[in-house]
C-alpha cells in the first residue's frame, strides 16, 4: 500500500521555521482540506521565491501530477475559454501533454 505524505504538515512546518511572519499569507492552502500537486507547487514557489532559471527548468522536467490536478487543469481551460497554447503557458506545461491529457480523460 503506497502511502502519501501529510504536505500540509510538512509545508506548515517549513513555513513557520523559515517565515512564521507570513503565515497567514498561506492560510489559503493550509486550510483546505487536501492538497493538490497544483497547491504544492504554488506553495513551493511562494515560500522559497525560485527566481533561477535553471532551477525552473529542472523542476519542470521532473513534476509529476496526479488525476486530480489533471482534471483541475483542464477544467480550468474549459472554465476560462483557454486554448491549449494559453493554458500551457499558464501551467508551464507542453502542449502535446495537455493534448495527450485531454485524449486520455476524454475531454
Do not use: G
Not at 497544483?38 to 532559471?53: G, R, S, T
Not at 491549449?84 to 506545461?93: A, D, Q, V, W
Amino acid at each position: 500500500m503506497r502511502t502519501i505524505p501529510d504536505y500540509k504538515k510538512i509545508y506548515h512546518d517549513i513555513i513557520l521555521k523559515i517565515c512564521p511572519e507570513r503565515e497567514p499569507e498561506f492560510k489559503y492552502f493550509l486550510d483546505k482540506e487536501t492538497l493538490l500537486s497544483w497547491d504544492i507547487v504554488k506553495l513551493d514557489n511562494l515560500i522559497f521565491n525560485k527566481k533561477d532559471q535553471d532551477s525552473v527548468v529542472f523542476n519542470q522536467r521532473h513534476r509529476s501530477y496526479d488525476d486530480e490536478t489533471i482534471l483541475y487543469i483542464i477544467k480550468y481551460q474549459k472554465e476560462h475559454k483557454m486554448n491549449n497554447s494559453h493554458t500551457s503557458k499558464y501551467f508551464r506545461i507542453s502542449r502535446n501533454t495537455l493534448t495527450k491529457w485531454k485524449k486520455i480523460y476524454k475531454i
